[in-house]
T-cell receptor
Framework: DAGVTQSPTHLIKTRGQHVTLRCSPI?????VSWYQQVLGQGPQFIFQ???????GRGNFPDRFSARQFPNYSSELNVNALLLGDSALYLC????????????FGPGTRLTVT | SQKIEQNSEALNIQEGKTATLTCNYT??????LQWYRQDPGRGPVFLLL?????KEKRKERLKVTFDTTLKQSLFHITASQPADSATYLC???????????FGAGTRLAVHP
């Protein structure tokens, strides 16, 4: 079975630009979460979606937004990129209600110059 | 303030020994605590979950303990192997709906 997939693998953007990151969950998983991981730190929660609705939001500015599609895939959008947005962006999927373990994708490495 | 603390320094042990990693937290009341393994440049991999009403959980060579009074979890790898070398992340689940709060992780190096 395919695991969580993310695209692109790597991305280089300039300050002020916009970026869209994509995630496909494991088949049958209805919950998708996004995390930001800066080098040397643990992942930090950004968003969680379940059944296409936002269920949780972390302490990130409004420049960060996300959505989940009817096939449960998800996009993370970041506007007006800052140097500090450089990080590994991780997507995790879960079955959803009653299921707690999360399955992470390989991440998208975003570099902002 | 709310904090999750894991040993910031790398843990170096000899092959065959037991590795013990610590996760301490303050001002959280997690319903669940999870441990993940992360290799460089890759996403975390789920290892074990323990509930607030459980004291201990085992899976093959792995053992997790959870003390809600001390606000501490210990993660043990017995008969450690060089392939166990990785960063191990502690994560609290609180507030429902899969929101995980991660510690910074502890780097484990197992030497032959």
């Amino acid at each position: 079975d395919a695991g969580v997939t993310q695209s692109p693998t790597h991305l280089i953007k300039t300050r002020g630009q916009h970026v869209t990151l994509r995630c496909s969950p494991i088949s049958g998983h209805k919950s998708v979460s996004w995390y930001q991981q800066v080098l040397g730190q643990g992942p930090q929660f950004i968003f969680q979606y379940y059944e296409k609705e936002e269920r949780g939001r972390g302490n990130f500015p409004d420049r960060f937004s996300a959505r989940q599609f009817p096939n449960y895939s998800s996009e993370l959008n970041v506007n007006a990129l800052l140097l500090g947005d450089s990080a590994l962006y991780l997507c995790a999927s879960s079955l959803g209600r009653g299921s707690h373990e999360q399955y992470f994708g390989p991440g998208t490495r975003l570099t902002v110059t | 303030s709310q904090k999750i603390e894991q040993n910031s320094e790398a843990l170096n042990i000899q092959e065959g020994k037991t590795a013990t990693l610590t996760c301490n937290y303050t001002n959280y009341s997690p319903a669940y605590l999870q441990w993940y393994r992360q290799d460089p440049g890759r996403g975390p991999v789920f290892l074990l979950l323990i509930r607030e009403n459980e004291k201990e959980k085992r899976k093959e060579r792995l053992k997790v303990t959870f003390d809600t009074t001390l606000k501490q979890s210990l993660f043990h790898i017995t008969a450690s192997q060089p392939a166990d070398s990785a960063t191990y992340l502690c994560a609290l689940e609180t507030g429902g709906y899969n929101k995980l709060i991660f510690g910074a992780g502890t780097r484990l190096a197992v030497h032959p």
